[in-house]
């Protein structure tokens, strides 16, 4: 079993920012690819941003050029670097790691007021 431990999230007003971590116990190349979902109050779970192990990167429309996927694979760590937030983005953000099984963090609340 992998246990994926996130950290960062909190309360920021609008227009502020957080970063998001997500660790994982081995490396993360053991991994197709790693992501951020997030569940908004009432919501479905929706896709935020992934790394592939080739580094591609993926971003729901919703985040492009305000949120920053990267990694340190030394630290076995996973980022999600989010600037400009918006009230929209009041969520719980999960971090998942996907490899012939998919692992899901425990999920951080991220709350961003107007």
């Known amino acids: 079993q992998v246990q994926l431990v996130e950290s960062g999230g909190g309360l920021v007003q609008a227009g502020g920012s957080l970063r998001l971590s997500c660790a994982a116990p081995?490396?993360?190349?053991?991994?197709?690819?790693m992501g951020w979902f997030r569940q908004p109050p009432g919501k479905q779970r929706e896709l935020v941003a992934f790394?592939?192990?080739?580094?591609?990167?993926v971003y729901a429309d919703s985040v492009k050029g305000r949120f920053t996927i990267s990694r340190d694979n030394a630290k076995n760590t996973v980022y999600l670097q989010m600037n400009s937030l918006k009230p929209e983005d009041t969520a719980v953000y999960y971090c998942?790691?996907?490899?012939?099984?998919?692992?899901w963090g425990q999920g951080t609340q991220v709350t961003v007021s107007s």
């Open positions: 998942r790691a996907a490899r012939d099984v998919v692992y």
């Open positions: 790394i592939t192990k080739g580094s591609t990167t």
């Open positions: 081995v490396s993360i190349f053991n991994f197709n690819d």
